[in-house]
Each structure stands twice: as structure tokens, then as C-alpha cells.
């Protein structure tokens, strides 16, 4: 499979967990058989995602990107954007006063796992326990968050011993709604699936945008490329998640010259107002990818763009840039949110 600009997908589904491409190395090699000095910069034009603020049309492009097709029997929870695989049976929960259904309206594929592995008895606890507890929602019937986690681990070992995982997932959008779901996973099936936006997996990273919050998971540590003084910002501090998963794999030395790179050869001054060339941190980031796979690391580049209103007078595009670097060990099938090798920041533009 490849993306509308010829480049074949990195991952690819394999036995339930996301495997490299041999297609994709072979792909990259060939990109940098050009030297990176004589990369030419790109202008960056004010672009939007589908469904974000300030765009006023779907961009085919990214319209027929689809989330990892992990084959028959997979699901998707969120349309586009995100899939389980086989073994996975998925709840949706509502935002509001979702205590009625889900204490009555238990999904058919929920069902067949639980009754597959006689862990039934439990469920009916598990929720149970949720709606007789006022605490898990606050005055308005909205869901407080750490109240269900709690919840969830308290059943967690009961689950377990059925070969079942359970999680509380959530996704935030850009004007701060959430969409909120229970995986129940079978072991058995695919043990080795992580769910990435389980929420009491959580690192505590986060890159706040003027319309959400992206929040990352244990086994992705993210530095964000700062769009003001950005250069001086990326030599002087290091994220503590970051420096404690680089320590970990013996990646300090390919780091800084990764470093050293995006601030030669991908900043353009301190002064700039958008400094750093997303094209330019692709071709990077594709650079040090194997070097830091060899060791567990997989890099990503990471953009997201948003209009900023300032009503009748008009408005701007704040542009927000990270890298990711992923632990497969911890996360084998962790997908970007805004990987920018997918969503091109020049295909899309709105004029």
C-alpha cells in the first residue's frame, strides 16, 4: 500500500501488531541517495485537517488515508482515524449520562468474548460498580476520568485471570470534546496489542495547540520544536521522558547528532516566524530512522496547523511541530496522531 505521494506505508499489520515495511526502507534509501545540503526548501503554506477550524473543504489526499487495516475481523472505533484489531471488542461510552447504557446495552461483540471466556459475572460487577458509585461522574452526569480508571484497575486482576485486558480509551478533539470507549482484549488473541489512548497508560506528555490537547502514552517520548527561538530551545533542554528513554537504549550520542542535524540543516534562524522546514525534518528523521530502530527507537516526525480567528479582522495559522520516539517494546502498534510523512502540510491548502 502507498500514499497518494508514491511513498509506501512505514507499518504494516502483521499478526496483530505493526511490522516495518521492507518496502518503505527500500523507499527511503533511494530518497537519500541525494545529499541533504542540496535539499530545496519549500515554502509552508496555511493548511487544515478535515473537521478542523478554518478548513473549508475535505483534501482527497488526506480523505483516503485510513488508520492500519489489521484484516478481517477489525473494527474501526473512531472512522478513519483509528482501528483494533481481531480479538479486540470494543463499548463506546457517552459522554453525558452514559451510566444507563452501559449498566444495560453490553455490544454483541463484547458479549461473545466475555461469555468465550466466562468472564461475564465479572462484566456485570465491573459496571455495576461503576453506576453504583456517584463518584465516577460529576454534577452534570459527565464522566470524571481518574474516578473510572480506578474502577478499571479494580477489576483488572479479575479480568486477567479470564485472559482479558481491559482499558479506558479516550481521544480528545479540538474544541475539547472526547470521545471515550472501553477495549476488552483477548490475550489469547493479541497479547502483544497496546491500546494507545488507554488512559491509564498515560505519560503525562502533552502538546497543547490553541484547540486540543494531544496526550501520549508510556513508551512515547516527545519533544516539541518550538516555533519561536526554536534552535536555541532544542540544544538547551532536553524532556526529561526523552533523556530517560534515550539512557535507556544507549541512543545520547545518536541524539545529539540528530540535534545537530535539525538545527543545521532545518531551522531557519531564530528570527523566522515559521523557522523550521517540515521537509527538511522529514528527510531527518527518515536519516537517523534506522539508526535508532536498531536499537528499538522508531522517529517521527510529528505537525499540526490551526486557524487562530480574531473575528472580523481576519485571523492567522499557529503551526505546531514535535518529534516522537517510540519504544516497540512498549508500544508495538502505536500509530502517530500527526505523523507528517501522512499528512502533507502543502497538500491540502486552503486559499
Known amino acids: 500500500m502507498t500514499l497518494p505521494n ?57 480523505a483516503e488515508l485510513r488508520p492500519p487495516n489489521y484484516g478481517l475481523g477489525s473494527s474501526q472505533v473512531i472512522k478513519d482515524k483509528y482501528t ?120 503525562g506528555q502533552y502538546i497543547r495547540t490553541a484547540h486540543t490537547k494531544l496526550q501520549f502514552p508510556n513508551g512515547v517520548a516527545v519533544e516539541e520544536l518550538k516555533q519561536w527561538g526554536g534552535r536555541d530551545k532544542l540544544k538547551e533542554k532536553l524532556p526529561y521522558e526523552v533523556e530517560k528513554l534515550l539512557k535507556k537504549h544507549n541512543l545520547m550520542d545518536e541524539y545529539h547528532e540528530l540535534v545537530s542535524d535539525f538545527v543545521k540543516l532545518a531551522c531557519g534562524g531564530k528570527t523566522s516566524f515559521k523557522n523550521w522546514d517540515i521537509d527538511k525534518l522529514k528527510m531527518l528523521v527518515d536519516k537517523y530512522d534506522e539508526t535508532f530502530g536498531e536499537k528499538g527507537i522508531d522517529l517521527y516526525v510529528s505537525h499540526k496547523q490551526e486557524y487562530i480567528s480574531h473575528g472580523a479582522s ?13 519504544d516497540r517494546n512498549e508500544q508495538p502498534n502505536y500509530i502517530p496522531q500527526r505523523n507528517a510523512h501522512e499528512h502533507d502540510e502543502l497538500a491540502c491548502s486552503i486559499m
Open 6 to 62: 508514491g511513498q509506501p506505508k512505514k507499518y504494516i499489520p502483521e499478526g496483530g501488531k505493526l511490522v516495518l515495511n521492507p518496502a518503505y526502507r527500500e523507499w527511503k534509501n533511494q530518497q537519500h541517495s541525494a545529499s541533504m545540503i542540496t535539499a530545496v526548501a519549500i515554502p509552508i503554506a496555511d493548511t487544515y485537517y478535515f473537521e478542523e477550524e478554518g478548513a473549508e473543504e475535505i483534501c482527497v489526499a488526506d
Open 84 to 203: 483494533v484489531p481481531k480479538g479486540v471488542a470494543v463499548e463506546m461510552i457517552k459522554n453525558f449520562n452514559g451510566k444507563k447504557d452501559l449498566l444495560k446495552d453490553c455490544p454483541s461483540e463484547v458479549r461473545d468474548l466475555l461469555h468465550s471466556k466466562s468472564a461475564f459475572d465479572i462484566y456485570d460487577k465491573f459496571v455495576q460498580t461503576i453506576y453504583d458509585d456517584k463518584h465516577t461522574r460529576n454534577a452534570l452526569g459527565r464522566w470524571k476520568d481518574a474516578e473510572f480508571v480506578s474502577k478499571v484497575d479494580l477489576f483488572r486482576d479479575d479480568f486477567a485471570e479470564h485472559g482479558i485486558k481491559v482499558a479506558l480509551c479516550i481521544r480528545n478533539s479540538k474544541d475539547f470534546t472526547s470521545v471515550r470507549w472501553l477495549e476488552f482484549i483477548d490475550v489469547e488473541e493479541v497479547g502483544n496489542y497496546v491500546p494507545q489512548f488507554d488512559l491509564g497508560n498515560m505519560s
Open 314 to 326: 481576519g485571523g492567522h495559522t499557529e503551526h505546531y511541530r514535535w518529534i516522537e520516539f517510540v
